[in-house]
């Protein structure tokens, strides 16, 4: 008795164990306290977020921790249409490169409370952060990017930073 | 790196596979607690089977049943199991030739010291009570008389 055409669940599942390092791991403790860590290269002047321990143009050691504020600015952004198992929110949604204020590096985000296709390059968002009992060293203790209604960023001010 | 912090990473794929015809028979007769292999032109029992003869490309189609039962041609002891593996004692991977067939199947083997494992050596299928037609429905074989 052969079914010709049956498929079989061949589910393949890798357990790893993440090690954030140390730079990474204080940035994400940084996090629990609401605070987004940047580090400034001594060389370009450029302040990496997250922060990091050495500039990935200059090859230099990074100067100083930089806190950078939990605003931005839609650099640039995708509307994702397509669901796919494990999704965490209903599509369609933006992900977004949101520079943020104080940083020359955008981060990688969500962007709700705006339909999707209202989102746009220069859109000025701010971090919406989970609630005190719920924060963890993760960058998903925020989260979603929202518009904070202020009037969008002049190209200009971001075109150095795509 | 004593302060650095740790999680875990769960990376997770849900495919699933189909199996065509041959194959197919086969994991569809390990429910029955039968093992199927397949013939080639030249004679040869493939276990497991495959579509193909690997020699001549010729595609394949009869199959036979073969025992749940044969001869270890090679092995590896696994003296420290890891958590995916099939048994959690230490056990032996290794190639099992059973009676009726040409090639040999890989499977673990339930000894209880590495030197109870020979090649040469008789196993025998030990069948799990609830099948559900995919090679774990023989948790493994086991030294047999």
Redesign the interface.
């Known amino acids: ?22 730079a ?2 204080r940035f ?2 940084a996090i629990m306290q609401r605070r987004l860590l940047g580090s400034r290269c001594p060389s370009c002047a450029k302040v990496y977020v997250p922060l990091r321990t050495s500039c990935p143009t200059c090859g230099v050691e990074m100067g100083e921790d930089v806190a950078v504020s939990d605003r931005g600015i839609v650099t640039t952004f995708c509307i994702v249409n397509i669901p796919f ?2 999704m965490a929110v209903k599509p369609p949604f933006a992900a977004a490169s949101v520079l943020l204020d104080g940083a020359d590096i955008p981060i990688f985000h969500l962007i709700q409370e705006i339909p999707a296709e209202e989102v746009r390059m220069g859109l000025r968002v701010e971090a919406v952060w989970r609630p005190d009992d719920e924060m963890e ?2 960058m998903e203790s925020i989260r979603h990017f929202r518009p904070t209604g202020e009037p969008d960023a002049p190209f200009e001010r971001y075109k150095d930073h795509l | 790196m004593a302060d650095a912090l740790t999680a875990p990473h769960i990376l997770e794929y849900p495919y699933t596979r189909s199996v065509g015809p041959v194959l197919g028979a086969f994991f569809g007769a390990l429910k029955e607690r039968r093992i199927l292999g397949v013939r080639t032109a030249d004679g040869r029992v493939l276990v497991p089977p495959q579509e193909y003869d690997p020699e001549t490309g010729a595609a394949l189609d009869e199959l036979v049943e073969v025992a749940d039962a044969g001869v270890v041609t090679t092995w590896a002891w696994v003296a420290e199991p890891r958590p995916k593996h099939p048994l959690q004692e230490p056990f032996a991977f290794a190639l099992v030739r059973l009676d009726g067939a040409d090639t040999a199947l890989l499977h673990a083997v339930a000894a209880p010291a590495m030197d109870a494992m020979a090649t040469g050596m008789r196993v025998r299928a030990r069948w799990r009570d609830e099948r559900s037609g995919d090679i774990t429905d023989i948790v493994c074989f086991e030294p047999a008389p």
Do not use: I
């Open positions: 008795m052969s079914d010709p055409y049956a498929v079989v669940a061949r589910p393949v599942r890798l357990d790893y164990t993440y090690t954030a390092g140390t990474s791991s994400l403790r198992p494990g060293p993760s």
